[in-house]
């Protein structure tokens, strides 16, 4: 086992797949001398050269289109979106090209590409640079779309997620980058649509991604000390879905929340939350829960930004309110 943060878990897993394969190419803003903006491809440019280390002008519909053309010949881009909040620009090659043209080719054409895209608040980036766009992603038929938490987590599905033959979008916590833990030094690849049990329990079912892992888990600690066991799940990857462990889940506890940063309204939680009920509904002893963010813009405000995402004591009277505790 190495430590590493989970920046360096992600570098070193494009790392190893830029190695094992000469197709995997990296294309985005500042990649090359700089070596991205949160220094995630630092050093590509010199072990792997500029052909395959493509720095670009900031223009990311064009650079998307780009690397969209070149999976379609047999290349496996990776793309870096500065922020995940900069797709706007280019959701035209995302989701009416990438997202479809394997099916609209009857599986002829396949487009093996990765847009990795930093997400998230708590870095006081304001509005247009803080936003959680999972469930915009997950409503685009042909997108696969990963939410890490761990570092080993994030280098097992970032070569998981390069090996793909599917666009996939893979969504990286700011605030998590800093984080270091334990990384196996044999090579992992994990699945992806397999969620991860962090925490047995028998109350209640957590289901969350991403930053929030950490959040739960804390007020799970909390509960307990109260008597109160959660179960909670860290989903890894919301499209596909472990459906299997969210249902043997529920089925276990009779009680389900979800946490997210996301804003609340037309978020992952209320997609959740409708299939449960329609297909678990009768294993249900209290309506579903949701933990979200609120649906406003991202204030630039510390203390108001704070409150715009759940924190743990959120997820702690969520869970106490559902239980009627």
Known sequence: MSKMSVSAAIREGMREEMQRDERVIQVGEDLGVMGSPFAITKGFLEEFGPNRVIETPISEGSFTGMAVGAAMRGIRPVVELMYNDFISVALDPVMNQAAKLRYMTGGQVTIPMVIRAPMGAGRRNAGQHSACLEALFTHIPGLKVVCPSSAADAKALIKASIRDNDPVIFLEHKLLYAKKEEVPDEEIVLPLGQANVLREGTDITILTWSRQVYFVQEAAEKLAAEGISCEVIDLRTLVPLDWDTIK??????????????????????????????????????????????????????PPLEDVNFPQVADSIAAVKRQLNR
């Open 248 to 301: 043997a889940s529920v089925e276990k506890t009779h009680n389900l929340l979800v946490v997210e940063e996301g804003v609340k309204r037309g978020g992952i939680g209320a997609e959740l939350t409708a299939q449960v009920i329609e297909e678990l509904y009768d294993e249900l002893d209290s309506p579903v829960g949701r933990v979200a963010g609120l649906n406003i813009c991202s204030p630039f405000s």
